[in-house]
Every structure is written in structure tokens, then in C-alpha cells.
């Protein structure tokens, strides 16, 4: 307990320094005048067999390749999601006239790795899920934690693991993560999906970013594709 403490605490000084999208690439920012709206080219074409995943922890970008490296995971997708408005942009989001929060859709092979396993790595390792409408330096309500569900089993394994992490006192304070049913997830621009591997010079993914993935690794290892 006391090494996840001391891990995010040293996130979240980091983070006080640099933020989620605040210094987009040159190209980055011009995709933004005509974004493309679609999962194409970042989805599994083939959804057969695969379950999915719709979790908020923050910048999409550290919870993308996190989650990516995870076993029976096939693919990520950022995007938003638990808002009003359809089809938000980026700019829209942040400015927090949407409702939506930074949401990533997992798509995985539940004979491989299990949803309880994924709300586990979520609630345990991927972020930190006690902070309201924030985390670390990136602050407001598109960053709130979130969990949506999409059946009875799957709301009650939430709730389950909130409490079992909350019993076990993992953290300083309690969760706040909302547990809501999923209506809609909108992908992200695609400036956004593969964030993390396309510019890994960006100050934030090194500073922020890395942090958080190197967290996943080391307290889920035996579940990464590739060992350490």
C-alpha cells in the first residue's frame, strides 16, 4: 500500500508541471480543424469472441497503453464518454461543455482475461481512483474517474471491488468513482489513439504518462503480453 501511495503522490507533484493535450504537435493541432470521427483502423475488425471494457481514469493517453499491454487485451480506443452532447470533440470536452470525461474502451478476449481482472488493474493500479473531477495536475470533470457498465454482473463486479479496496484501506481516502450504465462512447480524434507509443519524446507522456504505465507493469506483472 504504502509503495502505490508513494507512487502516485510522486504522479502527482510531476503533474503539477505539465497537463493532458496541453502541448499538442504541430500536426496535432491541425487535425483538430477536420478531425476524423471514427474506431476505424484503431477497433478489432473482427469483434467475434471479444467482450468490451469502458473505463475513465484520466488522460486517455496513459490509460490506452496500459491497458494495451495486458494480456487477452486486443485493442484500445480512446475517446469520451458519460456526457450529452453526441459526436464531442476534443476541444468541446475540455472546455467542459459536454459532460463527457477521457474515457478509454477496452476490447478483450474474456477466455484470456477476465473483467474482474481489468476492474482490478483500473481500481488498484492504472490511476487513482479517489481524486474527484481529477487527476494530478489535470483538473476538472473530463477527468473524473468512471466505470461504465453494461450488464448486471459487471455493475456488481464494481461495486464489489470498490468496496474490497476501500476495506482494505489501498488508499488515504475512499473511491469516488462514479459506476454508471453504458449508453455511448464517442472515439476520440485520431490524433489522440496510439498518443502514447506515436510521440514519446512529449513531456507529459515521459513526466506523467510513463509513470503511470510503468505502474501497471510492475504491479501486474505476470499479466503483461510481454514480461519485464
Known sequence: MKTRLKSLASLSALALLFACGSQPTAEAAAETQNPPRSTAGFAPANLNGLAMATFAGGCFWAQEEAFEQIKGVKQVVSGYAGGTKANPTYEEVAAQNTGHTETVQIYYDPKVISYQKLADIFFTASHDPTQLNRQGN???????????????????????????????????????????????????????????????????????????????????????????
Request: hydrophobic share 30%.
Open 138 to 228: 489535470d483538473v476538472g470533470p473530463e477527468y473524473r474517474s468512471a466505470a461504465f457498465y453494461r450488464t448486471p454482473e459487471e455493475k456488481q463486479i464494481l461495486e464489489s471491488t470498490i468496496a474490497r479496496v476501500n476495506g482494505a484501506k489501498e488508499y488515504s481516502g475512499k473511491i469516488v468513482t462514479q459506476v454508471l450504465p453504458f449508453q455511448k462512447f464517442w472515439p476520440a480524434e485520431d490524433y489522440h489513439q496510439g498518443y502514447y507509443r506515436l510521440h514519446p519524446e512529449n513531456p507529459y507522456i515521459t513526466n506523467v504518462s510513463a509513470r503511470k504505465v510503468e505502474h501497471v507493469q510492475r504491479a501486474f506483472a505476470k499479466d503483461l503480453k510481454s514480461p519485464l
